[in-house]
């Protein structure tokens, strides 16, 4: 066993910070760490600038954009993004829908969408939940009817986050209806522009603005937009959910967030010294430390042994790094409300050309949006009961 | 012992909760909203002709003469239906230091106006570097002409937006933090040197912030430099009625989660039929039930006179509501999963509005923290 790094890995690292901190767009980072949204046209602008260095998509096959690099290196990546307040490429054009075409799709569609998915030319949303089926995903009763040369779309999603942004959605639907649950979906892919389709917001909790119900209304769809063959949709979900193995635990997410957190405890006062100072306080931040420490040497365990694994292939261990991920990232939150006190309590969202001063200390207004919104990292992606349910099963074998 | 409500306690929860049940459903609290003052002044003029406004308040005073299980079964129901008026800025707390602080005159002048809803009240206490501690004051307060001048800035002043008059605390001498030289004074909100900048709070509440340049004011409260004592008297108050409002928060997220769990199906059957899930329901709704006697001991203890069993039980009521309100909110949040996080549902707005009531007055942590300094709840502890 040795526990370091090789030299070879340091230098990929030191490249890797060097780049985020240095060269990557600095207003763009400054926001992400002050915790506000980025507009479209930021989250655009990023991800650009990822794939003008090759490092969008690294985890594609190399002829479509991605790199030859090892797990350790694709670690080192993400952590290095993730700590310098880099927005990650989004999720659902890099790390499902993508690998999904590089994998199944036919060449031809490899060049219509992968160049482009890459580029965030194209903007992919997830249409897999549904009213009926959240957890029970297979349960989905979105249906697609072949006719001739088309698919004809009638039913609902749900919770389809930023399909306010999309130019594409790509959908779990039903093709046959007579075979088992699993053995009757198929995996389409179609332009949200397309005559029925209806697009309604959902506000959550924190006030914002990111998920949506979309809906079909006979919607004609070539035929050619199938992915891979018709019925196997169920094993595309599989494996495209299988492939967030470890990007999940957002450790270093968590990492710049107990960064900034010690960083404004030192200007908070609690009566007459700096709120860092408080011993209580600083044991509840260190007891999220060693928290986040563990999960950081799980992750690096589940990346070593990802080392010759064929992709794609769920790693129940990964459910391990969502449960504890999740939950630090929440913990982490309610920190954040703690340095700012009672004023978390104004609700003040920040608008572009706001000119009215903020309540408070200007890292205020977010404090309580996020703990409020944080409640949806143990609900989606395979909420924390489920991931339970996986580690039950696939590893103790109860 | 008796844990029975009398025949008029049920009277008046019988007639609370029908009020709420009438007009505060869920689509038409959202209209509530949506009026100019962030609540309604129709329901307060109701509030006032069923004695609400002067519940606590004695009959001279155009009060009901109830107590703090009275004031409980009212919170209780404002709780159940997330009620936007300014009840406790103006009757627990505008109302509580004026009964606590005023002079006769004073208290007849003022009380029966909060009694009959045309008076509105705030307590305006926190200030930017005063976190949780009333007794941080940097506000100043100036004898001037045989009145007082008032100059500094207070925040997060409940309802302090559409408040007639402001309760201010303010310092008359000492260092910022000293417990002694604090006064409470009454200002008029459109008096010279007020300025205040309204807001809506994360629970669909209004707050303001208040600047004080020069501002006369009409009336000073009790003692000038020993107002601290009356403050936390009335700041008790307010938490015991919060917890109050906290059991008709936690409640209904329980009840509205074992109701999802029985009709939400998934894999063909309903998710209350997952043991794993049963548990996680059991353990809420013994958090909430910790939490309804929490809130009885509070209303119990805090017409204590002895400040300092009274100061005990209260942050030992304000920790339990905090921690049960967490694990109660976060859980109905997650066991609804994604619906549970939208503001088309109600478990949500109950979760947010329990998380500012943890914000007031001191959090779980502060008031745990406050606990132990004062030994906590039983007996002494022994000296190392
Ligand atoms: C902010 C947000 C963004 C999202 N974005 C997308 C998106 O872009 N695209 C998309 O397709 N979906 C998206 N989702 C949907 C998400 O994947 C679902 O919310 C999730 O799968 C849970 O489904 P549900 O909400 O229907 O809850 P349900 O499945 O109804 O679950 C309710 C509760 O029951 C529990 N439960 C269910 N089954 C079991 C079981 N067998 N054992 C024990 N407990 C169980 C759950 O854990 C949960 O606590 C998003 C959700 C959120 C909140």
Known sequence: MDLNFTAEELAFRDDARRYFRKEFPAAIREKVEAGHPLSKEEIIASQRALNARGWAVPNWPKEWGGQDWSPVQFYMYQDEMQQANVPAPLAFNTSMVGPVIAQFGNDEQKKRFLPRAANLDDWWCQGFSEPGSGSDLASLRTKAERKGDKYLINGQKIWTTLAQHADWIFCLCRTDPAAKKQEGISFIVFPMTLKGITVRPIQTIDGGHEVNEVFFDDVEVPAENLIGQENKGWDYAKFLLGNERTGIARVGVSKAKVQRIKELAALERVGDRALIADEKFREKLAAVEVELKALEMTQLRVVAAERGQAKGKPNPASSILKLKGSVIQQQLTELAIEVVGPFAMPYQPVEAGQNEPVIGPDYATEAAPDYFNYRKVSIYGGSNEIQRNIVAKAILGL | ?384
């Not at chain 2, 006064?183 to 909100?189: K, P, T």
């Not at chain 2, 939400?264 to 998710?271: A, D, L, M, S, W």
């Not at chain 2, 309804?292 to 509501?321: C, G, P, Y």
């Open chain 2, 1 to 384: 012992m008796d844990f029975d409500f009398t025949e008029e306690q049920r009277l008046l929860k019988d007639s609370v909760d029908r009020l709420i049940a009438d007009r505060y459903e869920f689509e038409a609290r959202k209209k509530i909203m949506a009026e100019p003052d962030g609540w309604s002044r129709d329901i307060w003029a109701q509030y006032a002709e069923l004695g609400l406004l002067g519940l606590p308040f004695e009959e001279r005073h155009g009060g009901f003469g109830g107590g703090p299980v009275e004031t409980m079964l009212v919170m209780e129901a404002f709780g159940r239906g997330l009620v936007l008026e300014p009840y406790l800025a103006t009757v627990i707390l505008g109302g509580g230091l004026i009964r606590a602080a005023g002079t006769e005159e004073q208290q007849a002048a003022l009380l029966p106006q909060i009694a009959g809803g045309k008076l509105l009240l705030a307590f305006a206490h926190v200030e930017r570097q005063s976190r949780y501690d009333l007794f941080d004051v940097a506000t100043t307060a100036k004898p001037s002409g045989g009145g007082w001048v008032l100059d500094g800035a207070k925040s997060v002043v409940l309802h302090g937006d559409c408040a007639d008059k402001i309760l201010v605390s303010a310092r008359l001498s000492g260092n910022r933090r000293d417990r002694d030289g604090i006064g409470l004074f009454l200002v008029d909100a459109k008096a010279d040197g007020v300025a205040r900048r309204g807001y809506p709070t994360q629970d669909g509440l209004r707050a303001a912030e208040i600047t004080l340049s020069g501002a006369k004011a009409e009336a000073v409260l009790g003692e000038p430099g020993r107002a601290l004592p009356v403050m936390e008297r009335v700041v008790d108050e307010a938490i015991a009625a919060l917890s109050a409002e906290s059991v008709g928060l936690l409640a209904s997220m329980q009840e509205l989660t074992v109701e999802y769990l029985k009709t939400r199906k998934q894999f063909g059957v309903t998710i209350g039929s997952f043991q794993a899930l049963q548990h996680r329901a059991v353990d809420m709704f013994v958090s909430v039930e910790q939490a309804r006697s929490m809130a009885l001991f509070a209303n119990v203890m805090v017409s204590e006179t002895d400040a300092a069993e009274r100061a005990r039980a209260m942050s030992a009521a304000k920790v339990q509501i905090g921690r049960s309100g967490k694990h109660v909110g976060e859980e109905a949040i997650q066991l609804h999963g994604g619906i549970g996080m939208t503001m088309e549902y109600k478990v949500g707005h109950y979760f947010k509005r329990q998380t500012m009531i943890d914000l007031m007055f001191g959090t779980a942590d502060e008031h745990l923290a406050k606990l132990a300094r004062m030994g906590g709840l039983f007996g002494a502890a022994k000296a190392a």
